[in-house]
């Protein structure tokens, strides 16, 4: 009988290395899926996310081989200038679940021309499409290498980093936010660090900024009622449920994100950024009750009803109202709902304490 792994090892993925195709590709990602859930029960919270999102990360590096291959049978050639390939989104924080769909994008040299553009253009369809034959759908909201928006040259990407950081509406904003997630998956590491170089410049040099996001920050829905009772789905397929990823996983992301922005973390995972706010805070009741809440966050996060189709897993985010009948379900969400509320009340705080400023 092979041993179970020990709350630090590192499972095998040794079907990923040697894909020479999508078909190859999904393939392995289903055996790796399966032997990640055959272990689940045997370790740590922590380290099963961890290994998930390796799983995720082995499976985005062989995709680009596998698309840099199918673009020389094609007659396209090697690629024509440097990029890099990476990730935002929950798969950029390291917290992508077996479920998530595509947040990804692309930095390219800008040594590229116009022919190398094209040849861009193409392989960023070529990549997304062979992630969706792996198990990734596309992105509902287009975050997508192979989307003009998110597939930029450098001097594209600083100009519109530039753009979002400096216009304080809600839609940039929420850009802005979303690139703070990045991370770099392969290619050229020097382009991603040229990124992030100007991402934080950005941050230091709009003086609006941070008020603008904690204005996106503090716009949640309600999840707990007056009398403190969690807040469930009235209509719709989802009735009697509980929203998990947008009631409570979401609004915890969002707001250590902002504390973090705030005092220059440049971490993407929100369990680190959080480590290193308490850190810099020397501690703090609410900021340790924020940590405490987030794990909780991910267990729920992972134990929302699933599907299965085609090898591979879906979910809705939603707990059913079968699920919430547990008392430790409803203990451990109502209480992490409460920290939702305090840490954005203390956000609201800072924001009109910066808007009074800002007068």
Same mark, same amino acid.
Not at 12 to 40: D, N, V
Not at 112 to 126: I, L, P, S
Not at 241 to 260: E, H, M, Q, W
Not at 317 to 336: A, F, H, P, V, W
């Given at each position: 009988?092979?041993?179970?792994?020990?709350?630090?090892?590192?499972?095998?993925?040794?079907?990923?290395?040697?894909?020479?195709?999508?078909?190859?590709? &999904?393939?392995?990602?289903?055996?790796?899926q399966?032997?990640?859930?055959?272990?689940?029960?045997?370790?740590?919270?922590?380290? !099963?996310?961890?290994?998930?999102?390796?799983?995720h990360?082995e499976?985005?590096?062989?995709?680009?081989?596998?698309?840099?291959?199918?673009?020389?049978?094609?007659?396209?050639?090697?690629?024509?200038?440097?990029?890099?390939?990476?990730?935002?989104?929950?798969?950029?924080?390291?917290?992508?679940?077996?479920?998530?769909?595509?947040?990804?994008?692309?930095?390219?040299?800008?040594?590229?021309?116009?022919?190398?553009?094209r040849?861009?253009?193409?392989f960023?369809?070529?990549?997304?499409?062979?992630?969706?034959?792996?198990?990734y759908?596309? %992105?509902?909201?287009?975050?997508?290498c192979?989307?003009?928006? !998110?597939?930029?040259?450098?001097?594209?990407?600083?100009?519109?980093?530039?753009? !979002?950081?400096?216009?304080?509406?809600?839609?940039?904003?929420?850009?802005?936010?979303?690139?703070?997630? *990045?991370?770099?998956?392969?290619?050229?590491?020097?382009?991603?660090?040229?990124? %992030?170089?100007?991402?934080?410049?950005?941050?230091?040099?709009?003086?609006?900024?941070?008020?603008?996001?904690?204005?996106?920050?503090?716009?949640? &829905?309600?999840?707990?009622?007056?009398?403190?009772?969690?807040?469930?789905?009235?209509?719709?397929? $989802?009735?009697?449920?509980?929203?998990?990823?947008?009631?409570?996983?979401?609004? *915890?992301v969002?707001?250590?994100?902002?504390?973090?922005?705030?005092?220059?973390?440049?971490?993407?995972?929100?369990?680190?950024?959080?480590?290193k706010?308490?850190? *810099?805070?020397?501690?703090?009741?609410?900021?340790?009750?924020?940590?405490?809440?987030?794990?909780?966050?991910?267990?729920?996060?992972?134990?929302?009803?699933?599907?299965?189709?085609?090898?591979?897993?879906?979910?809705?985010?939603?707990?059913?109202?079968?699920?919430?009948?547990?008392?430790?379900?409803?203990?451990? *969400?109502?209480?992490?709902?409460?920290?939702?509320?305090?840490? $954005?009340?203390?956000?609201?705080?800072?924001?009109?304490?910066?808007?009074?400023?800002?007068?």
């Amino acid at each position: 009988m092979e041993p179970l792994p020990s709350l630090h090892s590192e499972l095998s993925f040794k079907e990923i290395p040697g894909c020479r195709s999508a078909e190859e590709l &999904k393939e392995a990602r289903i055996a790796c899926q399966e032997r990640l859930l055959e272990q689940k029960p045997f370790m740590d919270l922590y380290t !099963w996310i961890e290994q998930v999102n390796r799983m995720h990360d082995e499976i985005g590096r062989r995709a680009v081989h596998i698309g840099e291959e199918h673009m020389k049978g094609a007659g396209f050639g090697q690629p024509p200038a440097r990029y890099a390939f990476v990730s935002f989104g929950s798969s950029g924080r390291q917290e992508a679940t077996l479920w998530s769909d595509q947040d990804n994008g692309m930095i390219i040299g800008d040594e590229v021309d116009e022919e190398g553009n094209r040849y861009f253009q193409t392989f960023g369809e070529v990549l997304s499409n062979i992630l969706v034959t792996a198990g990734y759908p596309k %992105c509902s909201g287009k975050v997508m290498c192979s989307e003009p928006m !998110w597939r930029k040259t450098l001097s594209e990407w600083k100009q519109q980093l530039d753009q !979002w950081s400096s216009q304080h509406a809600w839609e940039p904003t929420r850009y802005f936010i979303i690139a703070s997630d *990045l991370r770099h998956i392969a290619g050229s590491q020097e382009l991603s660090e040229a990124w %992030c170089s100007h991402f934080q410049d950005c941050i230091d040099q709009n003086i609006e900024l941070i008020p603008a996001l904690l204005r996106n920050t503090v716009r949640h &829905k309600a999840t707990l009622n007056v009398m403190g009772r969690i807040v469930t789905e009235r209509f719709g397929e $989802h009735a009697g449920g509980f929203d998990v990823k947008y009631g409570v996983y979401i609004p *915890l992301v969002n707001s250590v994100r902002t504390l973090a922005l705030q005092r220059g973390i440049v971490e993407t995972s929100t369990r680190r950024r959080i480590e290193k706010i308490i850190l *810099l805070e020397g501690g703090g009741l609410l900021l340790e009750n924020v940590q405490d809440a987030f794990r909780v966050a991910l267990k729920l996060r992972t134990e929302t009803q699933t599907e299965w189709e085609e090898g591979f897993i879906s979910s809705s985010g939603y707990m059913s109202r079968e699920q919430l009948k547990d008392k430790q379900i409803q203990y451990d *969400l109502r209480n992490t709902l409460g920290v939702v509320r305090r840490i $954005h009340r203390s956000l609201q705080r800072e924001l009109r304490a910066a808007e009074r400023k800002g007068r």
